[in-house]
């Protein structure tokens, strides 16, 4: 028997993603969507919505691809008609640590959140390389958490994710609070800050002369030799000498001492809340 999933926000950003695996998976789903856009946008694709209230208290899991600041007020709307014993599932731990989810003590919880396809990753097909995001055609890996429910809850949340995620590399099981400091601390608040400032830099250099096209490429080509030094994909190569000295005068000149704030339990509290 096909387990029934609901998925609420079909027609959302994210929604359209998930839509693309799920629509020919082994599950029973069901397309829930109130913009007008977003209805027109699965129109396109062939999929035609459903009213909530006619399937989501017959769902066995219900997925909210929603956006952080909404998902408090549409949980709020139906988790309450959710069978006893459902998943619900949500994409990104950001209001589950900021207690924006309405809370059921007799369904279970799974979140779960895609690494997208690594700088490093390898594809067998040119064509997949260009799958950037994830979920179509290039490997990812994904981590999921069970912030309420049985190691059923967690085999059935699971397999869900690996089908809409899809392909998946790798599945890892982490608790909400290391998925907390995963995102938005170490991915959007620093990494996505850092990456933001050599992007800027890159049209500082272009500004003073240097030909935009030569800039990029010297830049992204530095980039990636960079990574793989750091991140151990070239074992035993190092920096020269000179970038060594480059490197340590960046950290004195720029980066501030204390910058590891930013795993702080505290400051990642704050920095959940400012996104919800």
Same mark, same amino acid.
């Given at each position: 028997?096909?387990?029934?999933?609901?998925?609420?926000?079909?027609?959302?950003?994210?929604?359209?993603?998930?839509?693309?695996?799920?629509?020919?998976?082994?599950?029973?789903?069901?397309?829930? /969507?109130?913009?007008?856009?977003?209805? /027109?946008?699965?129109?396109?694709?062939?999929?035609?919505?459903?009213?909530?209230?006619?399937?989501?208290?017959q769902?066995?899991?219900?997925?909210?691809?929603v956006?952080?600041?909404?998902?408090?007020?549409?949980? /709020?709307?139906?988790?309450?008609?959710?069978?006893?014993?459902?998943?619900?599932?949500?994409?990104?731990?950001?209001?589950?640590?900021?207690?924006?989810?309405?809370?059921?003590?007799d369904?279970?919880?799974?979140?779960?959140?895609p690494?997208?396809?690594?700088?490093?990753?390898?594809?067998?097909?040119?064509?997949?390389?260009?799958?950037?995001?994830?979920?179509?055609?290039?490997?990812?890996?994904?981590? @999921?958490?069970l912030m309420?429910?049985?190691?059923?809850?967690?085999?059935?949340?699971?397999?869900?994710? @690996?089908?809409?995620?899809?392909?998946?590399?790798?599945?890892?099981?982490?608790?909400?609070?290391?998925?907390?400091?995963?995102?938005p601390?170490?991915?959007?608040?620093?990494?996505?800050? @850092?990456?933001?400032?050599?992007? /800027? %830099?890159?049209?500082?250099?272009?500004?003073?002369?240097?030909?935009?096209?030569?800039?990029?490429?010297?830049?992204? %080509?530095?980039?990636?030799?960079?990574?793989?030094?750091?991140f151990?994909?070239?074992? %035993?190569?190092?920096?020269?000498?000179?970038?060594?000295?480059?490197?340590?005068?960046?950290?004195?000149?720029?980066?501030?001492?204390?910058?590891?704030?930013?795993?702080?339990?505290?400051?990642?509290?704050?920095q959940?809340?400012?996104i919800?």
């Open positions: 028997m096909k387990l029934k999933v609901v998925l609420i926000g079909a027609g959302g950003k994210m929604g359209m993603r998930l839509t693309h695996n799920l629509r020919n998976s082994k599950y029973d789903v069901y397309y829930v /969507e109130v913009s007008p856009i977003g209805i /027109e946008k699965l129109k396109e694709k062939g999929i035609f919505v459903t009213d909530a209230e006619s399937v989501v208290s769902a066995d899991a219900v997925i909210y691809a956006p952080d600041v909404a998902l408090g007020k549409v949980t /709020e709307i139906y988790i309450p008609k959710m069978k006893k014993g459902a998943l619900a599932v949500t994409l990104d731990p950001a209001a589950a640590l900021a207690g924006k989810l309405f809370a059921r003590t369904i279970a919880y799974f979140i779960t959140h690494t997208h396809p690594s700088v490093f990753n390898w594809e067998p097909v040119e064509e997949n390389m260009k799958d950037h995001f994830g979920g179509v055609a290039a490997k990812q890996s994904i981590v @999921c958490s309420r429910g049985k190691s059923a809850d967690y085999l059935k949340g699971e397999e869900l994710a @690996c089908t809409f995620y899809a392909p998946v590399l790798r599945s890892h099981n982490i608790t909400v609070e290391q998925m907390g400091l995963l995102e601390a170490l991915v959007e608040t620093l990494a996505s800050t @850092c990456i933001y400032v050599i992007r /800027e %830099g890159l049209e500082e250099v272009i500004k003073r002369g240097v030909p935009a096209e030569a800039a990029r490429d010297f830049l992204l %080509g530095h980039l990636r030799i960079q990574l793989a030094v750091l151990n994909e070239l074992p %035993g190569a190092v920096f020269s000498d000179a970038a060594n000295k480059a490197l340590q005068r960046g950290l004195k000149e720029f980066i501030k001492e204390d910058w590891k704030k930013v795993f702080e339990p505290d400051n990642v509290k704050d959940i809340a400012s919800t």
